[in-house]
């Protein structure tokens, strides 16, 4: 774009308006992502979080780093639980059961994900179980009193030698005004044969969006339908890298019956069942019209670890066998794989990262070495038409290939930014695969990483940063792939990484959309399908900006962020062969104080204030932005 630099004093009061002017043609086509969502096993993002399931340890499945424990579990009445290895286990994936050994009435009580969510709707359960029985089950949802809030007998067809599934529902009549309530399954100890009874895969699901089976929590997918995400990086992050290389993530272990899913220690804090896995990822793409970027295993895990080349191509045969799984036809061995689980129609893959953050964990090297270029021409050589992304833009990256970049950082280190895209080339498009305004600005010391639990949640000042680095993503739209806040969901009661963009609790009504959620939410529903270039004789600072046309809706745009003002902001903007009397819708995001949060049970605190707004005698929109503020002008 062409700026003419006239350099104001930084504290100019603003008599005169900026004055901007778009031109009508000169820029360029969007990539159109724009700004999408990311998924990774922290926080609680997916297990007791996003994934719907209720029942916290379902399967007593544990690992080297978390071994199997009865976590969430406790007994009921005077019975006793122990975890058992049978010699005949449900299944290879799920070795461990509880065994609940009672006279009387008998069972084990679970906590949920720190509490379950209680109100009139019907609640899917199962479980297995194994032992002689000739009673009826009781399933019930108490509360923290022990108040019984919705029970239903299961009577039982339970054997002695073998696994059996049993279903059952339960339909509360009212809603609980807490959340700390618990799920139990109980027995008459006395009837069974032999004083205790084997169980394991005990699950409980609320209605799930688009009621699919093992699907996703309602509230947490309105609210990222509302926010409009375009694309869905998946499976991470640094959880699809693994503490170890056998503590990778496995595409293969995440898919078919949940009883074949053996689980794994995620590389945060909990040990993850895999419920939610590759197809449960694409099918959220599709509820909520995702383009997928895939993420796949690159031949590093956190520990430094890294595949030597001669060992290599076992993972890139293993990406490869991944995306045939996806993309495959049914006649294909994997394309049947898919099949077999319930998928026969074959999705589409465009774009795929290999790995997560390689120039970290003693990783770079071998990846401009040998690793990136393995899985590039192996992916290439198979499938032309996949765009390739390189998971750090610290390399040569080669031609057609695109890079992935992330920034956690203080305010005014983001503003700082706001002209790194500048001079890009577009032969290597860039994903913003994670950004997030983390700590508040601390004399320029940078953001201090021994301690993850930074800022609680996105603040107002945090919120405005980003905008001014994703506007000057905006005006080179053309190179940019998209931009995703990170990490995007939290559990308030469990998590080891903050601020998220959505963060939450056992209780639906309480979920906070954070500052930054109302930025993205906005920037997203006023996208450019082209830039267009503009003109002032003011530098940018304190106001940022940048301008297009969205074709399909034939509206001009100009979005913008003021950081940093001692006054107001006046604009004049013109955009060319636009006249006098064009109507204009203004929005302008404010919030009551810079260090403004929305807090899971709090009240939205970002002031959003549209108005409508006529071009004067030139053609001219003449408006005033205050400090901290984001704005979007789009004609009508
Ligand atoms: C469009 O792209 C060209 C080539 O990358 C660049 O020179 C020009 O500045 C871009 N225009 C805008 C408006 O960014
Ligand atoms: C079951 O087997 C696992 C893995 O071999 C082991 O770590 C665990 O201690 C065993 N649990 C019990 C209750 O025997
Ligand atoms: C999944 O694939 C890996 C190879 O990447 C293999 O070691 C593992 O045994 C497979 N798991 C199952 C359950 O087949
Ligand atoms: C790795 O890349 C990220 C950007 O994606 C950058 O912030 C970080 O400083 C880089 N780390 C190293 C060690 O170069
Ligand atoms: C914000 O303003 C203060 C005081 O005028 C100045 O010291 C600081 O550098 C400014 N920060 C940015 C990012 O412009
Ligand atoms: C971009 O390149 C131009 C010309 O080489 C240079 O003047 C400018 O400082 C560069 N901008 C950035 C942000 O590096
Ligand atoms: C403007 O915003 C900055 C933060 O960027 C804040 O520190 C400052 O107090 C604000 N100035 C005024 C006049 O409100």
Same mark, same amino acid.
Request: hydrophobic residues 35%; glycine residues 10%; proline residues 6%.
């Given at each position: ?53 209720? &029942? ?8 080297? =780093? ?25 299944? @290879? ?19 949920? #994900? ?15 179980? =194994? ?135 995620? @590389? ?45 191509? #076992? ?14 036809? +049914?006649? @294909? ?7 077999? +689980? ?71 280190? #983001? ?64 190179? &940019? ?45 006023? &996208? ?92 001219? #929109? ?7 503020? +984001? ?6």
């Amino acid at each position: 774009m062409l700026h003419k630099y006239l350099l104001l004093p930084l504290l100019a009061s603003y008599g005169a308006a900026v004055t901007i002017s778009v031109a009508k043609s000169g820029g360029n086509a969007t990539s159109g992502l724009q700004y999408g969502a990311m998924e990774e096993e922290i926080n609680h993002c997916g297990e007791g979080g996003l994934y719907a399931e209720l &029942i916290r340890n379902r399967a007593f499945q544990g690992s080297s =780093k978390f071994p199997s424990s009865l976590d969430a579990w406790t007994a009921a009445g005077d019975s006793s639980l122990s975890l058992k290895n049978l010699t005949d286990p449900l299944s @290879t994936a799920l070795p461990t059961s509880v065994n609940v050994k009672g006279s009387g009435t008998a069972g084990l009580v679970n906590a949920g #994900f720190w509490g379950i969510d209680v109100r009139p709707q019907k609640y899917s359960g199962s479980f297995f179980v =194994k032992g002689k029985y000739s009673g009826s089950f009781t399933a019930s949802l108490l509360s923290p009193s022990g108040k019984v809030l919705a029970s239903t007998k299961v009577t039982s067809k339970s054997k002695a030698d073998s696994w059996v599934q049993h279903s059952f529902t339960l339909t509360p009549k009212s809603k609980s005004s807490d959340t700390k309530n618990t799920f139990s399954l109980t027995f008459d100890g006395s009837k069974a044969s032999s004083g205790s009874l084997d169980f394991n895969l005990i699950s409980l699901f609320p209605p799930t969006w688009n009621d699919r089976p093992n699907g996703m929590r309602k509230d947490l997918m309105q609210a990222m339908k509302d926010m409009g995400p375009t694309f869905l990086r998946f499976p991470g992050g640094n959880n699809l890298e693994g503490d170890t290389i056998p503590g990778r993530w496995k595409w293969n272990e995440t898919i078919g019956p949940l009883k074949d899913r053996p689980g794994r220690a995620t @590389t945060w804090q909990y040990q993850e069942t895999l419920g939610l896995g590759l197809v449960e990822y694409m099918e959220w793409c599709d509820d909520l019209n995702m383009e997928p970027i895939l993420g796949v295993w690159a031949g590093l895990a956190l520990n430094g670890d890294v595949v030597p080349e001669s060992e290599l191509d #076992f993972y890139v045969q293993d990406a490869l066998n991944e995306i045939e799984f996806l993309t495959g036809s +049914v006649d @294909t061995e994997y394309g049947a794989l898919r099949a077999k +689980v319930g998928h026969p129609e074959p999705w589409k893959i465009k774009y795929v990262e290999v790995g997560n953050e390689d120039n970290l964990s003693n990783g770079l090297e071998s990846y401009k070495a040998y690793r990136f270029e393995a899985f590039y021409k192996g992916i290439k050589a198979k499938y032309p038409d996949i765009q390739v992304l390189a998971s750090t833009i610290d390399m040569t990256i080669p031609e057609g290939a695109g890079g992935d970049w992330h920034l956690y950082d203080t305010p005014d280190n #983001f503003i700082t930014k706001f002209n790194m895209f500048d001079n890009y080339s577009k032969d290597h498009p860039i994903l913003l695969g994670e950004i997030a305004a983390t700590e508040p600005n601390n004399g320029g010391a940078g953001i201090d990483w021994s301690n993850t639990h930074f800022s609680l949640y996105p603040w107002w000042i945090g919120t405005v940063s980003e905008a001014v680095l994703l506007l000057g993503a905006e005006r080179n739209a053309d190179k &940019i792939i998209g931009t995703t806040y990170a990490p995007f969901l939290m559990n308030l009661d469990s998590y080891q990484w903050s601020p998220t963009i959505l963060s939450f609790n056992s209780n639906p009504d309480e979920t906070a959309r954070s500052t930054s959620y109302h930025l993205y939410s906005l920037f997203n529903h006023n &996208i450019m399908t082209n830039t267009l270039p503009s003109e002032s004789p003011d530098s940018f600072g304190p106001l940022y900006y940048a301008t297009g046309l969205n074709s399909k809706t034939n509206s001009h745009i100009f979005k913008a962020a003021v950081y940093n003002s001692t006054a107001d902001v006046p604009v004049s903007l013109t955009f060319e062969g636009v006249g006098r009397g064009t109507k204009a819708d203004l929005t302008i995001l404010t919030a009551p104080d810079p260090f403004t949060m929305n807090a899971v049970g709090g009240d939205n605190l970002v002031k959003s204030k549209t108005t409508h707004i006529k071009a004067g005698k030139k053609g001219e #929109f003449s408006f005033k932005l205050p400090n901290l503020s +984001v704005a979007v002008l789009s004609t009508n």
